[in-house]
């Protein structure tokens, strides 16, 4: 399997693990200051991870890091508020339409393109993730609808900054602005709003900020080696594994389009890592 994909799986993956504990988490601690709290600790831990592995800061390229910071905050605190206020299904629906946005910037701003074999393993993929997350069945059109919208184009713009800045930054440095940026972006948030945590809620934002953290570091590497799209697609993997999990710990059981759509998804992911995507420039 290439290194780049399986980076992409084992990030969606972890993402999974962590928006499962943030549902959980967010029905006693609001959205903004889950953002914050992620992304003070996960500061915390990358610059000890970069002064254990004596990683330094660059001199160069800083406006495009503080780019991709603030994108990825504001993914973060948009998706956390529509996670905390729609069903779990139509947050999902709202933030997997970010490949959609992917395609169209990475086509413009780095001139990648998908096209052989990858094209029609990405479109099995992308048809088995609109069979799983049945759109049809999304019911939640409100201010809180457009807020997860905006949540899928953050994504996407900060998917973008990363695939550019990986080529010439250290992954520890790109999440480093990413946590960071992130935590700033909250602050504001949490003026009228502060909930002191107690030891339940304290152990979960604590889970939520180093699960993150690992997540945050798969997906910066999964750019290194990987096209844009192929990286932002294979993140519907994570789609099937939220249905594992409801199945798992909260005995949901799937239905039969779930089953044929993480089936599709899954024989998607494996073919995309057997292929290395044909006519993609890399920037």
């Known amino acids: 399997m290439k290194n780049g994909v399986l980076l992409a799986l084992l990030s969606s993956f972890v993402f999974s693990v962590m928006n499962a504990l943030v549902k ?64 779990l299904t139509d947050a999902s629906i709202l933030a997997q339409l970010a490949p959609i946005f992917v395609m169209i910037l990475s086509a413009l701003l780095l001139k990648e393109q998908i096209r052989g074999k ?23 059109y409100s201010v809180f609808a457009i807020v997860g919208l905006l949540s899928a184009f953050f994504s996407a713009a900060a998917s973008i900054s990363i695939r550019y800045l990986s080529q010439k930054h250290s992954a520890y440095e790109i999440v480093f602005y990413f946590t960071a940026t992130s935590t700033i972006v909250a602050i504001p948030f949490l003026t009228n709003h502060f909930v002191m945590p107690d030891v339940r809620d ?20 999964a750019f290194t080696h990987e096209n844009a ?3 932002q697609v294979i993140s519907y993997f994570g789609l099937m594994l939220n249905a594992l999990f409801g199945f798992l710990f909260w005995e949901e059981i799937p239905n039969i389009t779930t089953i044929i759509g993480g089936i599709l998804i899954v024989a998607g992911c494996v073919g995309l890592s057997m292929f290395k995507p044909s006519g993609d420039a890399r920037a």
Do not use: C, D, W
Not at 49 to 77: H, K
Not at 118 to 140: E, F, K, R
């Open 24 to 87: 959980e988490v967010s029905f006693t601690i609001p959205a903004a200051e889950i953002a914050f709290f992620r992304g003070l600790i996960g500061t915390v831990l990358v610059l000890v991870i970069m002064q254990r592995q004596r990683i330094s800061f660059s001199r160069t390229g800083i406006p495009m890091l503080a780019v991709r910071g603030l994108m990825g905050g504001m993914y973060m605190l948009t998706f956390f508020y529509t996670l905390s206020h729609l069903p």
């Open 118 to 140: 990858s094209a029609l393993l990405l479109l099995v993929v992308l048809v088995g993730a609109a069979i799983l997350i049945q759109p049809n069945t999304y019911a939640s």
């Open 202 to 221: 304290s152990v979960y934002l604590l889970l939520i900020g180093v699960v993150s953290l690992i997540g945050q570091l798969f997906l910066t590497k």
């Open 229 to 231: 799209v192929v990286v």
